[in-house]
């Protein structure tokens, strides 16, 4: 007979359905089964414990557990959390131009201001270091800032700029008083600056970028508002000509609060100073930074006048017989002025009766002066349309409105040095004017009238003959 086998581990109380069909049971078996049966609590227990463990395994845990395994989660990732701190090199690079955007190369003290502000980008770009160490952006910048240090020969210690500016508020630059105006008031756009040149015969660049040639024989006021007043004589270049030009300037830098006194430049032909008249070379103190000064660069040929508290800029040059001038200042300035100080050549453009040019084409005749018959036949006689074009083209390769001032000068004069003033007008505007895109004006761009090559050639010979004849 086979005998069942139990299987291990099984409770002996356990029993299937069948045991209850089992036959009767003896006494002595029967108390045998009673004794093991005492047991069953025991092992009904022990299952019950088997199967709730194995349901543990697939179950979630429970709410209290699971919030400590989420707490240790975040304790253990809390060193990863450091690493997705937002990399500001952008913000580094924003603040950097903001503080040079207003600078200009070719006004002194740009080197100084320069480098105060590349430290302080090279500063922040080291705040930064770790957060930003996988960004390109970063390590560009970094290389871009050694660059230019060794460029401009910045030194690595030293003062830098703060883009707060309650701490460099500096009353006497303009620059700083603006920056602190923005920070007090609210995010605003930066000063606008303008730009206005007289040279030549002479030709005026206004400062609203309008080109015109004058007579405007004797003196002339140029600027004249509550900070600055240039006044310009002008004398005739030819006998018998309608041409003039520049040969004294006299500058008046106002009184402005405990920045400046009144200092006055003048220059005439062969005398261009590189002092006020009244011997000193700068205003506004014994600081290392003056908030005016004059700059001689060229021994009595070409100065600069740099005024920090106004943000103004001039450069005075004599070329030949005759001086040219330049000016930077900022619009709100150039705007402040009393309704009596209306005549500025700068602002306002030339009287229409003491045009020459009609609408910026240059030259066309002058209605009803006509000079004595060879008053000017020395000058006639030196160049020719074409012998003047080839001159000006030794200088200026582009045929904008310089180029065609140039021309104009060599047939009213015969003087070669308006060449070279026309030249270093250009370079002017260049060094001085904010707006790339208008550094060079043509007649067709709408600033200086519109016009043809033929029709200025056309005007070139009409000029000649109604001026000379």
């Given amino acids: 007979m086979m005998r069942k086998k139990r299987k291990r581990g099984g409770c002996p109380c356990s029993s299937s359905s069948s045991d209850a069909a089992a036959p009767p049971l003896d006494e002595s078996r029967r108390a045998a089964w009673t004794g093991m049966g005492r047991a069953a609590p025991l092992c009904a227990i022990a299952a019950r414990a088997e199967q709730q463990r194995r349901?543990?395994?697939?179950?979630?845990?429970?709410?209290p557990a699971f919030a400590v395994l989420f707490s240790l989660g975040l304790l253990l990732n809390a060193g990863d959390c450091q690493l997705q701190t937002p990399c500001r090199i952008q913000k580094c690079t924003t603040d950097f131009v903001s503080l040079t955007s207003h600078?200009?190369?070719?006004?002194?003290?740009?080197?100084?201001?320069?480098?105060?502000?590349?430290?302080?980008?090279?500063?922040?770009?080291?705040?930064?270091?770790?957060?930003?160490?996988?960004?390109?952006?970063?390590?560009?910048?970094?290389?871009?800032?050694?660059?230019?240090?060794?460029?401009?020969?910045?030194?690595?210690?030293?003062p830098t700029s703060s883009t707060n500016p309650e701490v460099t508020h500096d009353p006497c630059n303009y620059s700083g008083?603006?920056?602190?105006?923005?920070?007090?008031?609210?995010?605003?756009?930066?000063?606008?600056?303008?730009?206005?040149?007289?040279?030549?015969?002479?030709?005026?660049?206004?400062?609203?970028?309008?080109?015109?040639?004058?007579?405007?024989?004797?003196?002339?006021?140029?600027?004249?508002n509550n900070y600055l007043s240039v006044q310009v004589t002008n004398v005739p270049v030819v006998p018998g000509s309608s041409a003039t030009a520049t040969n004294k300037i006299t500058i008046i830098f106002k009184s402005y609060q405990d920045c400046t006194d009144q200092k006055v430049y003048q220059a005439v032909t062969d005398d261009?100073?590189?002092?006020?008249?009244?011997?000193?070379?700068?205003?506004?103190?014994?600081?290392?930074?003056?908030?005016?000064?004059?700059?001689?660069?060229?021994?009595?040929?070409?100065?600069?006048?740099?005024?920090?508290?106004?943000?103004t800029t001039v450069f005075v040059r004599q070329l030949g017989r005759y001086l040219t001038l330049a000016i930077r200042m900022p619009e709100e300035l150039t705007m402040s002025y009393e309704e009596s100080q209306d005549l500025q050549l700068c602002v306002n453009g030339?009287?229409?009766?003491?045009?020459?040019?009609?609408?910026?084409?240059?030259?066309?005749?002058?209605?009803?002066?006509?000079?004595?018959?060879?008053?000017?036949?020395?000058?006639?006689?030196?160049?020719?349309?074409?012998?003047?074009?080839?001159?000006?083209?030794?200088?200026?390769?582009?045929?904008?409105?310089?180029?065609?001032?140039?021309?104009?000068?060599?047939?009213?004069?015969?003087?070669?040095?308006?060449?070279?003033?026309?030249?270093?007008?250009?370079?002017?505007?260049?060094?001085?004017?904010?707006r790339k895109e208008r550094w060079r004006l043509f007649p067709s761009n709408g600033v200086v009238g519109q016009g043809s090559t033929w029709s200025l050639r056309l005007g070139l010979v009409c000029l000649m003959l109604v001026v000379f004849l």
């Fill in 55 to 63: 349901r543990s395994r697939l179950r979630p845990p429970p709410l």
């Fill in 103 to 158: 600078l200009n190369p070719a006004i002194d003290g740009f080197d100084l201001e320069f480098c105060k502000a590349l430290r302080a980008y090279a500063a922040c770009t080291y705040r930064n270091s770790k957060v930003c160490r996988g960004n390109l952006v970063y390590h560009s910048a970094v290389l871009g800032i050694s660059d230019l240090m060794s460029q401009r020969n910045c030194s690595k210690d030293g």
């Fill in 177 to 224: 008083r603006q920056g602190t105006r923005e920070h007090r008031g609210g995010e605003q756009a930066p000063p606008i600056y303008l730009f206005c040149g007289l040279f030549g015969d002479p030709h005026l660049r206004t400062f609203k970028d309008h080109f015109q040639t004058c007579k405007v024989e004797g003196a002339w006021p140029l600027i004249d």
């Fill in 272 to 311: 261009l100073p590189a002092a006020f008249v009244d011997g000193t070379t700068s205003g506004g103190g014994d600081s290392d930074t003056k908030s005016l000064r004059i700059v001689e660069r060229v021994s009595g040929k070409y100065v600069e006048m740099h005024a920090r508290y106004i943000g």
């Fill in 350 to 434: 030339c009287p229409s009766s003491e045009r020459i040019d009609d609408s910026g084409h240059l030259p066309l005749p002058v209605v009803g002066q006509l000079h004595p018959h060879g008053a000017s036949s020395q000058a006639r006689s030196v160049y020719t349309l074409e012998s003047a074009t080839v001159k000006c083209h030794e200088k200026m390769l582009v045929k904008d409105i310089y180029f065609s001032s140039c021309v104009f000068d060599l047939l009213t004069t015969g003087d070669a040095n308006f060449t070279a003033a026309a030249h270093s007008a250009l370079q002017d505007v260049e060094a001085l004017h904010p």
